[in-house]
T-cell receptor, first 111, second 112 residues
Framework: DAKTTQPPSMDCAEGRAANLPCNHS???????VYWYRQIHSQGPQYIIH???NNETNEMASLIITEDRKSSTLILPHATLRDTAVYYC????????????FGTGTRLKVLA | DAGVTQSPTHLIKTRGQQVTLRCSPK?????VSWYQQALGQGPQFIFQ???????QRGNFPDRFSGHQFPNYSSELNVNALLLGDSALYLC???????????FGDGTRLSIL
């Protein structure tokens, strides 16, 4: 079973910030949080990852709470092309190499 | 810089047949993972190859097997195909354990 919990769907107005939450209450100290998105008929696309500090790249920002039990992916100015399923993944204990995907959040950006 | 490439993009087989799917990792990557994604579901981990050996395996039967070649490319083989094997098969490559995996666009396998 996935160790993350995400809302099944969200809507966001074009040009506004999209804030996608993820709960990972059982995360341990050396486990990273990864975010991917999947546009229909394509493979998952890497967005960002982090351990404990907030991270930002050209695509998004990742905010991780101080207790690391939850995180938020922020798309600062959502466009129609950001419509996709967004997956939050926690990499398990060291020596475990697989990703375990949940069902993700289906984000719909509205014109 | 080519990303992860998979072939073929689509494939139709009948029950009982065998299939081989191929994956070329992103340049510089040495680790290949395979995932199965059923319609409407998130990808499920099948196995991972590193240094030409299966390093970890998910909850899939022995009908699913793989191989990694010295150039780091990989194959996924599925024997005795079942209707339930119809899915998108994704390959992902990476360099180090904690570095992000990069996915190809998958092979869509349909079983009739």
């Amino acid at each position: 079973d996935a160790k993350t919990t995400q809302p099944p769907s969200m809507d966001c107005a074009e040009g506004r910030a999209a804030n996608l939450p993820c709960n990972h209450s059982t995360i341990s100290g050396n486990e990273y949080v990864y975010w991917y998105r999947q546009i229909h008929s394509q493979g998952p696309q890497y967005i960002i990852h982090g351990l404990k500090n907030n991270e930002t790249n050209e695509m998004a920002s990742l905010i991780i709470t101080e207790d690391r039990k939850s995180s938020t992916l922020i798309l600062p100015h959502a466009t129609l092309r950001d419509t996709a399923v967004y997956y939050c993944i926690v990499r398990y204990t060291s020596g475990t190499y697989k990703y375990i995907f949940g069902t993700g959040t289906r984000l719909k950006v509205l014109a | 810089d080519a990303g992860v490439t998979q072939s073929p993009t689509h494939l139709i087989k009948t029950r009982g047949q065998q299939v081989t799917l191929r994956c070329s990792p992103k340049s510089g990557h040495d680790t290949v993972s395979w995932y199965q994604q059923a319609l409407g579901q998130g990808p499920q981990f099948i196995f991972q190859y590193y240094e030409e050996e299966e390093r970890q395996r998910g909850n899939f039967p022995d009908r699913f097997s793989g191989h990694q070649f010295p150039n780091y490319s990989s194959e996924l083989n599925v024997n005795a195909l079942l209707l339930g094997d119809s899915a998108l098969y994704l390959c992902a490559s990476s360099l180090k354990d904690y570095q992000p995996q990069h996915f190809g666009d998958g092979t869509r396998l349909s079983i009739l």
